[in-house]
């Protein structure tokens, strides 16, 4: 049942950001996007649905590369906080790079 649950809200979900994503907030909508399809494929053990998850943790860590890259060009944050938030991202993929045996 829960499977069948989470199937639906999953469709839900998809169906919803595709009616709101435009060409000015499509990182923000990929960031989401991402965020909601990695959850969905927790639902799976495969070793498929493993190297699913791995290559949509990478797009996210670019996703979030694309959102404070955006955010510093349209300036919404300041050279200091997108150098900070840079770091933090960097920080995060060598972490996961390393619990994977990728480094």
């Not at 499977?3 to 994503?21: Q, T």
């Not at 979030?64 to 938030?85: C, G, H, M, P, W």
């Amino acid at each position: 049942m829960s499977l069948l649950i989470e199937e639906m809200a999953f469709e839900k979900v998809n169906d919803y950001l595709d009616s709101i994503e435009t060409a000015h907030n499509t990182a923000s909508v990929n960031f989401v996007r991402n965020g909601y399809n990695f959850r969905h494929l927790r639902f799976d053990n495969s070793d498929e649905a493993n190297g699913r998850r791995e290559s949509l943790l990478i797009q996210a860590f670019q996703y979030e590369y694309t959102y404070v890259a955006d955010a510093f060009r349209t300036e919404k944050i300041s050279r200091n906080i997108s150098d900070q938030l840079n770091q933090s991202i960097s920080t995060d993929q060598m972490v996961f790079m390393q619990d994977n045996g990728q480094s």
